[in-house]
């Protein structure tokens, strides 16, 4: 076992007695830029605040001049979204501000509806045009999830030898190495019961400020199987994402995980 990974774990063990504070959001964090690949030029821009999203729609007149609308989305379910659509205009960038140029009217109406976490269906009418599209997050570049990582992990459980069914919590320290198009990582997952050390290996993909790593890990003397990492955000000392694993034993844990890099 990577004794900076057994360091990791165990500087959090003590967390696991009193479990971990339980986070609180609304949703699948939408906030991204999203487009439709095969129509470059045009895009929309989200900015999620719990449970309302501010739009930003950049597209062109019918002249083909570029023209911006924004909407206030309010949540009308788990993954739809709805709100009145508004042309805005003001004071010119390169000069003084004048308050009494601003003004704003309302064209229509916008919703999305979102069928994935990293996909979704925009619907909007402005002066009576009204469009639908598929789009998705836009991925400007890769992040980068290499390090070593402990935290804590909030999962349910089916099926595992050892560990009860239902939900748990668990202690999770991980070396993560990641190139181009894959990513592995020796894991260490210790609960009130059992300990896991397992190597994961699998491929890598980028879908906006979402990463999502998916293949098979193995657990030398306790199994092997198949596992997805999904909805990965990495910023300078954090990880979050979302964890399945799936054995061939027939146990399956999955939940959620945040950590710290060390």
């Known amino acids: 076992m990577n004794t900076r990974i057994f360091a990791a774990a165990a500087a959090l063990a003590i967390g696991l007695a009193a479990g971990p504070a339980r986070a609180t959001a609304y949703s699948t964090d939408y906030s991204d830029l999203w487009w439709n690949p095969a129509e470059s030029g045009w895009g929309i821009q989200f900015v999620q605040q719990a449970n309302v999203i501010f739009a930003t729609l950049f597209v ?6 570029p023209v911006w609308y924004t909407a206030t989305l309010d949540a009308v379910g788990g993954v739809s979204w709805r709100g009145d659509l508004y042309l805005t205009r003001g004071s010119w960038f390169g000069g003084s501000f004048n308050p009494g140029a601003t003004g704003y009217r309302k064209v229509g109406t916008m919703s999305a509806s979102f069928t994935t976490p990293t996909s979704a269906t925009l619907a909007y009418g402005v002066d009576g045009a009204n469009v639908s599209k598929a789009i998705q997050r836009q991925t400007l570049r890769n992040e980068d999830f290499n390090g070593v990582y402990g ?3 909030r999962l349910t459980a089916s099926g595992c030898a050892g560990i009860p069914d239902g939900l748990l919590y668990a202690v999770v320290g991980a070396e993560i190495v990641q190139n181009q198009g894959g990513m592995t990582a020796e894991m260490l997952l210790a609960t009130e019961t059992v300990m896991l050390s397992c190597a994961y290996s699998g ?5 906006g400020h ?5 293949g098979t890990y193995q657990c030398p003397g306790a199994g092997a199987g198949t596992f997805t990492l999904s909805e990965m955000v990495v910023q300078k ?3 979050t994402g979302n964890f399945l694993r799936r054995g061939s034993d027939g146990c399956t844990l999955t939940g959620t995980m945040s950590a710290i890099r060390e």
């Open 210 to 214: 979402f990463g999502q790593s998916q």
């Open 203 to 207: 491929s890598y993909t980028q879908s």
């Open 237 to 239: 000392w954090t990880l």
């Open 60 to 65: 062109y007149d019918a002249q083909g001049d």
């Open 151 to 153: 935290g804590l992990m």
